[in-house]
Every structure is written in C-alpha cells, then in structure tokens.
C-alpha cells in the first residue's frame, strides 16, 4: 500500500500544512501510535498534533496520513457489528513543506518528500528502487542533480557542481554485483559516488506507475482525453483471507477470538437467527496466520461446521500502474501527432512506422503510450497510435502496423527525459528553499539519429 493510503474501519482526513517526521513521534512503552504498533494513544506532542482530541496522527509507512478517533485495535473494537460504516478509502494528495533550514535538509527528510512523490511499493517487483548509495557521513542536502542516467559525464557534472543527491531515473546499480572494483563502468560510479559523499536514489518504475507520472505526462503530449491504465496495480498488501463461520453465541465468539488473541483482527459478526443468539462472524484472516486459525476454529464444532475461507482480491489503485491509453478529446492527425510529439519531448527527429491502409493524414482518436521500453505493455493494445521509446522489436512493429495501428518511436530516454522538469518543478515545492533541484546538462539518450 503506497503512502498515503490507508485501509481500515476509520474515515482519513488530510493532515495539516505541517508534516510531522516519524522523530515527532519517538517508540515508548505501552500504548503508542500507528507509527510503531495499530494499539491506542499517538505519542506525538500535543503541540504538534491537529487537534489532539480528535485526531491521531499515523506516521510511517502512512506518513502525513490522520485517522478519526475511536481507531483502536483493541479487542473492544475488534468486534465490530456488520452495520459499521464501510472502511473509507482516501488519498491524501497533498504534501506540504518540511520544516526548512537555512543549510538544507536531511536525507532521510528528502527521501520522505520522494516517496510520497512515487511510492516506492509501486515499482515492479523486478526492479532495484530507492537509495541505492547512501555514504556513510551524514550531510545536509544543499544541490539535487536529476538525471535519467547516470553516466560518467553525468558523475564529473554532479562532483563538479558538489552535488549531494543525484536522482536517477534509471537504476544505475540494477543486477546484484560481488564486488566494487574499476573494471566495471557502473561500479565505478558508485564507488565515485561513496567518496565524494554523494547519495544516489531511484525511482524508475514507480514513477511509471504512479498517477500523474511520467506515463500520464506521456500521453499528454497528444492533448487532453479520456485516460485509463493498460495494466492496472493493485495494493501492495500481503495476501489476505476472510473467514466466515457461524458461532452458538456472543460469548463463543469472545471465547474463540480470546483463543486467536486477536489484538489485532477486526472481526464483524451480525444475528444468524431472529433470536440473536446464532451469530454469523467475518474474520479477516493474514495469509501467514491462516493454518493457525483454523485450527483453532477446527476445535470449535459449530465454526468447524460452517467455515468457509475466501480469497480478498487486493484492490485497484485507480489511476495507477503501467502504460496509458487515452480517447482523445480532440483528434488529430498522424503527421500532427508526430509534430505534437517532438514538441512535447523536445526532439527533431523521432521514427514512425504507418499502419495498415494508414496515411499522414488519418486520424488518430486512440493513442497508447509507456514510457522507454513498450513492447510488452503495448503488446495487443487496441489503439490507433502507439507511442514508446524503442524497445519494440521489428515484428512486433510488424503486428501492430498489420493490426492497423501505427508506432512512433522516439528511442528508449527520450520518451522518459523530459518528465524531470515536471520532477523537478514537484520537488522544488516541497523541499525547503535551502535546497535547489538541478537538471543533468550531461545526460543524453546514447543514440542519436546522425
Ligand atoms: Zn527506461
């Protein structure tokens, strides 16, 4: 589940102007906020809470996230009747400022403001996000470099100007390595980048992925429309099941839940029989506690009898995930769509393969993009234009001009590059003013059409 997200039996409200640091709220004994256990009281500062009677704050993993009050997971509130309001599903879009100093910020601070910009559950399982360097002194962070990779011309820029974070849209460290020597060109830079003290983040495929990322700032280019996502993520939470079964009484149910130690499990239950003495229990159930709850149930003859175990699906995050295809509100024309295209992503050239019966001037109503490599997100998309980097081998260009579709490549960094301004823009209003965010002059697509 990505920042700013939160499923449970409360309703979430935008947290002020002001965020509070997981240090606002430090680990103590006994009851403590979301930050460090689901039990009672938040131990932020009163001073720094909304309103302390009535809210609490949830700190990491769902930073400037604010639950009602009455969000407890103590078994008082774990049972909890059917007729409860539904869990409210809510996102805080906003981010505010972090507290500023007049030197910078810390690490930590900006990888905050980062991840809330792209979470990092969002990437795709395969990939290496995150802070990949990280040297060993800390140091304020004055001069952010952002770069889609980072090269040897792209190192030497940012030691040259004291750059203390480089972003780099791509991983520059993807495979596992054994060693950091100077033979390999990548290790090299990461090793250049420990001794210059320099830290090195990635957020790649989550900021493919994430709402308003470089995939909506894609399609975009061809004007507004009706915009959906070809391959849609879900909810980073581990698997779940629900249990239902069917207990004599209140006081069974107290038994069994007593039996689980269900601290933490949320049961509902409602009246089976008008008498109100069946009860029919809904009990969600963590993948990893499953065998041990049935068999405690199995001890039971009533649940035993009666169980049935389902699957919960992890639910949509709307308006994420890979690629993106858009109704125009407006359509154009091929030849203008390709104008349009080089405008967006500042290129002189870029190379089109027309589909099938397809001219210059007919109409593209469809387009579906994804950022650098597109071939198998794009793979049987029904659209009139695809637009990718490069990665689309020379048959698949062949089935989509076949299919009617035509393919505007621009080659794999150039459909991604121009997204950093946007990046940049986005973290200069949410990092103190100490801090100025930089575009790489150095970093290039390697290939150019000559
Ligand atoms: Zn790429």
């Not at 990491?60 to 774990?78: E, L, M, N, Q, T």
């Not at 320099?198 to 975009?220: E, F, K, M, Q, R």
Request: glycine share 6%; net charge positive.
């Amino acid at each position: 589940m990505p920042p700013g997200w939160l499923r449970a039996p409360v309703r979430v409200f935008p947290a002020p102007r002001r965020l509070l640091s997981p240090a606002a709220c430090p680990p103590r004994r006994g009851p403590s906020c979301f930050f460090h256990s689901v039990s009672a009281p938040c131990a932020v500062p009163r001073s720094l809470r909304l309103s302390p009677s009535k809210y609490r704050i949830l700190a990491p993993p769902f930073p400037s996230i604010y639950c009602a009050p009455g969000f407890r997971s103590s078994r008082s509130d774990s049972l909890r009747p059917l007729t409860s309001p539904p869990c409210s599903f809510t996102q805080s879009s906003f981010l505010s400022r972090l507290p500023r100093s007049p030197k910078g910020m810390n690490l930590p601070e900006v990888l905050q403001v980062l991840e809330q910009l792209a979470p990092l559950s969002l990437a795709e399982s395969w990939d290496n996000v995150g802070l990949l360097v990280e040297p060993s002194k800390p140091r304020l962070i004055q001069k952010i470099l952002l770069t889609n990779d980072l090269t040897p011309s792209v190192m030497e820029e940012a030691e040259a100007m004291s750059c203390d974070l480089i972003v780099s849209y791509h991983p520059p460290l993807f495979k596992p390595i054994k060693r950091l020597i100077q033979k390999d060109w990548k290790q090299q830079l990461a090793v250049r980048a420990i001794e210059a003290g320099i830290a090195v983040y990635s957020p790649h495929t989550a900021l493919d992925s994430v709402g308003d990322g470089i995939n909506d700032w894609l399609v975009g280019a061809l004007g507004s429309g009706c915009v959906s996502v070809l391959h849609q993520a879900v909810s980073s939470d581990p698997p779940r099941h629900k249990l239902e079964f069917a207990v004599r009484n209140r006081e069974e149910l107290e038994a069994i839940l007593s039996e689980l130690g269900t601290g933490g499990t949320d049961a509902a239950f409602s009246a089976a029989r008008p008498d109100g003495e069946a009860l029919s229990v809904s009990l969600p159930c963590p993948d990893a506690a499953l065998p041990s709850v049935v068999r405690t149930l199995s001890r039971h003859p009533t649940p035993r009898q009666s169980l049935s175990i389902l699957a919960v699906s992890k639910p949509p995050l709307l308006g994420f995930g890979a690629g993106r295809r858009s109704t125009l509100d407006e359509p154009v024309s091929i030849a203008a769509a390709a104008d349009r295209v080089k405008a967006h992503l500042g290129l002189k050239h870029l190379r089109l393969a027309l589909g099938a019966q397809k001219t210059l001037e007919s109409t593209v109503t469809t387009v579906a993009v994804c950022a650098g490599s597109g071939g198998s997100v794009l793979q049987g998309v029904k659209a009139d234009l695809y637009i990718t980097g490069r990665e689309m081998s020379h048959h698949e260009v062949l089935d989509a001009a076949a299919a009617g579709t035509s393919v505007i490549l621009t080659e794999h960094s150039n459909s991604e590059r121009g997204f950093l301004a946007v990046l940049r823009e986005r973290l200069s209003q949410r990092l103190a003013d100490s801090v100025s965010v930089h575009l790489s002059q150095e970093d290039r697509d390697p290939l150019e059409v000559v």
